[in-house]
């Protein structure tokens, strides 16, 4: 579990990380969502007992990043940014390096790493040196040597970049397992796709600052407002408009199609979706709308990044 | 420190095993090891033989261990590279987080990267140092003694972790590689000019100095590692985004300390120079003893040494007393500012010298001037002068105020030093150099300068006058 209670970085007069407040529960995967330069990495690092807060308070695996940094460190996995591969080194050897300094048995090594090495595709590279391997190659290794002490709490800094779309499926599928098998994962990414695929929780990041944090349905619905869902028929509609149950708006309506805002699809659809059948038009096809993650980042970041905006969080 | 060891050596012989498959190390080390010492070999078989041809004997023999040294050298100052990118290389190529994010302590992160680059200069010098007495032997070049071969080899080895240890202070502290390669002339300059020392002392033959040569480079070894030890911070690493010099910033360290909480001038030598003042307690102390210390040398020397001309020298020093007070009438300026200035501008030589060994050759002005002060005095006793009257006449008027003023400036450089080397308040190394510097400068302004002020015109005015009256002039 992670907790973050108003977390600050300053360097000197530049600040990096201001108030941040969050909480990540096992299990839950709580996606940092910004720009570059808006203070992910340093949050990161803070999490990790690399840095210092300079105040506030923060608490990994049930101990302070500040009072018990090694204790923290041994309980953290951590992906950065840059891959930190050495390329003279094979990949048994740099996973045999990082299970030493984690103090794991030499047995207890190989068999992670081999069970690492399978699940990731490089099982048959493991004797080749890192410096012939490929980008993606290089950023599952870095990824497998996060995991190799099994740790209880995953901090991932852009984990997909620069891979292939078929390693970044093979990386995804792994974070989503992590999850499931109940560790705490904070994913830093400025890909909307990952944090949509991944996300339990989302925090928009701006200039050292979380503008906004929620789970990821309440995000959507925050953001743009309730679900959508649209109608399409065989004939034009002409001006004719179904009964509306409550909770449900017309917003938009085409040639052959009509869009509805729904409150409470569970209670309304089957609602207005009688009163359509039984309407003068063929209906041919009911569907939601996908809101789209992109739209509410972008919404959010509009929102409260206005000069008179408060800041949510 | 021992218990951190085995997770050190994780981090040791990884770097090992890197450097063993790096050719453009292993390369270089190889030749200096085992191609340059032959090479050497020839170049002494052929000084010797020339020397010998010409008569010099002696300083044929001395030939051989000065290139005994050389050889030794050579592989330290080509692996010096290692060192300085040990840390700011790793940053560079980014493969530095995955390390600070391990659970190891900052020592043995330093402690680890200290060793693995200490290795290669170590056993290259060593390897080089034995292909080059086989090579003598082998030429039937005679061997230096076996005490100058030892003294030899163990300074080789102190120097090339000395050199290590400075290069892994600047690797920590250097912003990129180039800036790290760069300040390796802080490292080489001093290096050159100890080697140069140590030459010369090998030409002497003198076998005591070259063994407190040895005592003096190992206790700067200990403080160097002590000092990487105790700044090493991982944050530092990932923090340090400066590759030039930020005076302002400096500054305003250097007079945020120097103030401290002070509101009026008169509050700040009430407090704040009252505060340091307190804190010179042991330091004070230390230098006391080393004063005294210096003067009980200073007299044994002159009970070891024959000094007739300098006693013969004393004998006609009542003319001279006339002539001095004659030419310092009372209340002429310029003996006194120059007296003063003399003494402040020996006293920031000793911040000069302890500001490069941590405070240890900062207290060399106090002692060399006590070791003389010492001297001279034995030498009037020698000559039938009371030591009374000789102290009372020469030492006592000014000297009762300006030697406790070098006492007080001196042990505010050792305490610089000190601080410097424990690393005490987990400040910057920049951090705490600046404190050291306004802790220095609080003593100086606040004390030392009025004090030796006082004692330029003690001594200008009232001296020379004091000793016509003792000695009857």
Same mark, same amino acid.
């Given at each position: 579990?992670?907790?973050?209670?108003?977390?600050?970085?300053?360097?000197?007069?530049?600040?990096?990380?201001?108030?941040?407040?969050?909480?990540?529960?096992?299990?839950?995967?709580?996606?940092?969502?910004?720009?570059?330069?808006?203070?992910?990495?340093?949050?990161?690092?803070?999490?990790?007992?690399?840095?210092?807060?300079?105040?506030?308070?923060?608490?990994?695996?049930?101990?302070?990043?500040?009072?018990?940094?090694?204790?923290?460190?041994?309980?953290?996995?951590?992906?950065?940014?840059?891959?930190?591969?050495?390329?003279?080194?094979?990949?048994?050897?740099?996973?045999?390096?990082?299970?030493?300094?984690?103090?794991?048995?030499?047995?207890?090594?190989?068999?992670?790493?081999?069970?690492?090495?399978?699940?990731?595709?490089?099982?048959?590279?493991?004797?080749?040196?890192?410096?012939?391997?490929?980008?993606?190659?290089?950023?599952?290794?870095?990824?497998?040597?996060?995991?190799?002490?099994?740790?209880?709490?995953?901090?991932?800094?852009?984990?997909?970049?620069?891979?292939?779309?078929?390693?970044?499926?093979?990386?995804?599928?792994?974070?989503?397992?992590?999850?499931?098998?109940?560790?705490?994962?904070?994913?830093?990414?400025?890909?909307?796709?990952?944090?949509?695929?991944?996300?339990?929780?989302?925090?928009?990041?701006?200039?050292?600052?979380?503008?906004?944090?929620?789970?990821?349905?309440?995000?959507?619905?925050?953001?743009?407002?309730?679900?959508?869902?649209?109608?399409?028929?065989?004939?034009?509609?002409?001006?004719?408009?179904?009964?509306?149950?409550?909770?449900?708006?017309?917003?938009?309506?085409?040639?052959?199609?009509?869009?509805?805002?729904?409150?409470?699809?569970?209670?309304?659809?089957?609602?207005?979706?009688?009163?359509?059948?039984?309407?003068?038009?063929?209906?041919?096809?009911?569907?939601?709308?996908?809101?789209?993650?992109?739209?509410?980042?972008?919404?959010?970041?509009?929102?409260?990044?206005?000069?008179?905006?408060?800041?949510?969080? | 420190?021992?218990?951190?060891?085995? &997770?050190?050596?994780?981090?040791?012989?990884?770097?090992?095993?890197?450097?063993?498959?790096?050719?453009?190390? =292993?390369?270089?080390?190889?030749?200096?090891?085992?191609?340059?010492?032959? =090479?050497?070999?020839?170049?002494?078989?052929? =000084?010797?033989?020339?020397?010998?041809?010409? %008569?010099?004997?002696?300083?044929?023999?001395?030939?051989? *261990?000065?290139?005994?040294?050389?050889?030794?050298?050579?592989?330290? @100052?080509?692996?010096?590279?290692?060192?300085?990118?040990?840390?700011?290389?790793?940053?560079?190529?980014?493969?530095?987080?995955?390390?600070?994010?391990?659970?190891?302590?900052?020592?043995?992160?330093?402690?680890?990267?200290?060793?693995?680059?200490?290795?290669? *200069?170590?056993?290259?010098?060593?390897?080089?140092?034995?292909?080059?007495?086989?090579?003598?032997?082998?030429?039937?070049? *005679?061997?230096?003694?076996?005490?100058?071969?030892?003294?030899?080899?163990?300074?080789?080895?102190?120097?090339?972790?000395?050199?290590?240890?400075?290069?892994?202070?600047?690797?920590?502290?250097?912003?990129?590689?180039? @800036?790290?390669?760069?300040?390796? @002339?802080?490292?080489? =300059?001093?290096?050159?000019? /100890?080697?140069?020392?140590?030459?010369?002392?090998?030409?002497?033959?003198?076998?005591?100095?070259?063994?407190?040569?040895?005592?003096?480079?190992?206790?700067?070894?200990?403080?160097?590692?002590?000092?990487?030890?105790?700044?090493?911070?991982?944050?530092?690493?990932?923090?340090?985004?400066?590759?030039?010099?930020?005076?302002?910033?400096?500054?305003?360290?250097?007079? $945020?300390?120097?103030? %401290?909480?002070?509101? @009026?001038?008169?509050?700040?030598?009430?407090?704040?120079?009252?505060?340091?003042?307190?804190?010179?307690?042991?330091?004070?102390?230390?230098?006391?003893?080393?004063?005294?210390?210096?003067?009980?040398?200073?007299?044994?020397?002159?009970?070891?040494?024959?000094?007739?001309?300098? $006693?013969?020298?004393?004998?006609?020093?009542?003319?001279?007393?006339?002539?001095?007070?004659?030419?310092?009438? /009372?209340?002429?300026?310029?003996?006194?500012?120059?007296?003063?200035?003399?003494?402040?501008?020996?006293?920031?030589?000793?911040?000069?010298?302890?500001?490069?060994?941590?405070?240890?050759?900062?207290?060399?002005?106090?002692?060399?001037?006590?070791?003389?002060?010492?001297?001279?005095?034995?030498?009037?006793?020698?000559? %039938?002068? *009371?030591?009374? &009257?000789?102290?009372?006449?020469?030492?006592?008027?000014?000297?009762?105020?300006?030697?406790?003023?070098?006492?007080?400036?001196?042990?505010?450089?050792?305490?610089?030093?000190?601080?410097?080397?424990?690393?005490?308040?987990?400040?910057?190394?920049?951090?705490?150099?600046?404190?050291?510097?306004?802790?220095?400068?609080?003593?100086?302004?606040?004390?030392?300068?009025?004090?030796?002020?006082?004692?330029?015109?003690?001594?200008?005015?009232?001296?020379?006058?004091?000793?016509?009256?003792?000695?009857?002039?």
């Amino acid at each position: 579990m992670i907790v973050a209670e108003q977390l600050t970085k300053r360097f000197e007069n530049f600040l990096a990380v201001a108030d941040m407040s969050f909480s990540v529960q096992p299990g839950q995967v709580l996606v940092f969502l910004g720009p570059n330069g808006a203070g992910k990495t340093t949050t990161v690092r803070m999490l990790s007992s690399v840095l210092r807060p300079t105040s506030g308070s923060a608490w990994v695996a049930g101990y302070d990043v500040v009072t018990h940094p090694r204790e923290v460190r041994a309980r953290v996995g951590v992906l950065t940014e840059q891959h930190g591969l050495y390329a003279r080194m094979t990949a048994k050897e740099y996973l045999n390096f990082f299970g030493e300094l984690y103090g794991l048995t030499p047995a207890e090594i190989c068999a992670r790493s081999a069970a690492l090495l399978e699940q990731f595709g490089l099982a048959g590279a493991r004797g080749r040196r890192l410096g012939t391997y490929s980008r993606g190659m290089r950023q599952k290794l870095a990824l497998i040597r996060a995991l190799v002490h099994d740790p209880p709490v995953l901090l991932l800094d852009e984990p997909t970049t620069a891979m292939d779309p078929e390693s970044a499926l093979v990386v995804r599928d792994a974070i989503r397992k992590q999850a499931g098998e109940g560790r705490t994962i904070i994913l830093c990414t400025h890909n909307l796709y990952e944090a949509e695929l991944l996300a339990h929780h989302i925090a928009v990041i701006r200039q050292g600052r979380i503008l906004y944090q929620s789970d990821k349905a309440e995000f959507l619905h925050d953001l743009l407002g309730p679900s959508q869902f649209q109608a399409r028929f065989a004939h034009p509609v002409g001006d004719w408009t179904p009964t509306l149950p409550p909770g449900v708006r017309l917003v938009e309506r085409g040639a052959e199609w009509m869009r509805f805002t729904v409150d409470d699809p569970v209670l309304s659809n089957p609602l207005l979706l009688r009163q359509m059948l039984s309407g003068p038009l063929e209906m041919v096809a009911f569907e939601e709308v996908t809101q789209n993650l992109e739209s509410a980042y972008i919404e959010a970041v509009n929102r409260f990044t206005r000069p008179e905006a408060p800041h949510a969080a | 420190m021992l218990h951190d060891l085995p &997770s050190a050596l994780v981090i040791t012989r990884r770097e090992l095993r890197d450097q063993m498959r790096d050719w453009r190390i =292993i390369f270089p080390v190889l030749f200096l090891a085992f191609v340059f010492p032959f =090479i050497m070999n020839f170049t002494a078989d052929q =000084i010797v033989g020339m020397l010998r041809s010409y %008569g010099v004997g002696i300083l044929a023999d001395s030939m051989v *261990p000065f290139l005994l040294m050389i050889v030794g050298f050579f592989p330290i @100052s080509v692996s010096l590279a290692l060192a300085l990118e040990s840390f700011v290389g790793e940053k560079e190529r980014g493969t530095i987080e995955p390390l600070l994010n391990s659970p190891l302590k900052d020592g043995q992160l330093y402690l680890g990267k200290l060793i693995a680059a200490a290795c290669a *200069p170590v056993v290259g010098g060593c390897l080089g140092m034995t292909v080059y007495l086989l090579g003598c032997v082998w030429r039937g070049i *005679p061997l230096p003694a076996g005490e100058m071969i030892a003294q030899i080899y163990l300074l080789t080895v102190v120097q090339a972790v000395m050199m290590v240890s400075a290069a892994i202070v600047v690797s920590t502290q250097a912003t990129s590689v180039r @800036s790290a390669n760069l300040l390796a @002339s802080f490292i080489v =300059i001093p290096m050159a000019l /100890l080697v140069q020392g140590e030459s010369m002392v090998i030409f002497w033959g003198k076998s005591t100095t070259l063994w407190w040569a040895l005592f003096g480079v190992l206790t700067l070894t200990v403080l160097l590692v002590r000092v990487g030890l105790a700044h090493f911070r991982r944050e530092e690493l990932l923090n340090r985004d400066l590759d030039s010099l930020n005076l302002r910033e400096l500054w305003r360290v250097f007079y $945020q300390y120097f103030r %401290g909480g002070a509101t @009026s001038a008169w509050d700040w030598y009430l407090h704040e120079v009252a505060r340091t003042l307190r804190g010179l307690g042991i330091p004070t102390l230390l230098v006391t003893l080393l004063a005294v210390a210096a003067v009980i040398i200073g007299v044994r020397l002159m009970q070891t040494m024959d000094a007739p001309q300098f $006693q013969q020298t004393l004998m006609s020093e009542n003319s001279k007393l006339q002539d001095l007070a004659n030419q310092w009438p /009372l209340f002429d300026y310029h003996p006194v500012v120059s007296i003063w200035w003399q003494n402040v501008r020996a006293m920031l030589i000793a911040l000069a010298l302890g500001a490069v060994s941590f405070g240890i050759l900062g207290t060399l002005p106090i002692i060399l001037t006590l070791v003389l002060a010492g001297y001279v005095s034995a030498s009037v006793v020698a000559t %039938g002068i *009371p030591a009374g &009257s000789y102290l009372i006449g020469f030492i006592l008027p000014h000297g009762i105020i300006e030697i406790p003023a070098a006492i007080l400036a001196t042990a505010a450089i050792l305490k610089g030093g000190a601080a410097l080397a424990s690393g005490s308040g987990g400040r910057s190394l920049g951090e705490q150099c600046m404190i050291s510097l306004a802790d220095f400068a609080r003593v100086m302004l606040g004390l030392v300068v009025p004090l030796l002020l006082i004692a330029a015109a003690i001594e200008a005015w009232v001296t020379p006058r004091v000793a016509l009256m003792v000695f009857g002039g």
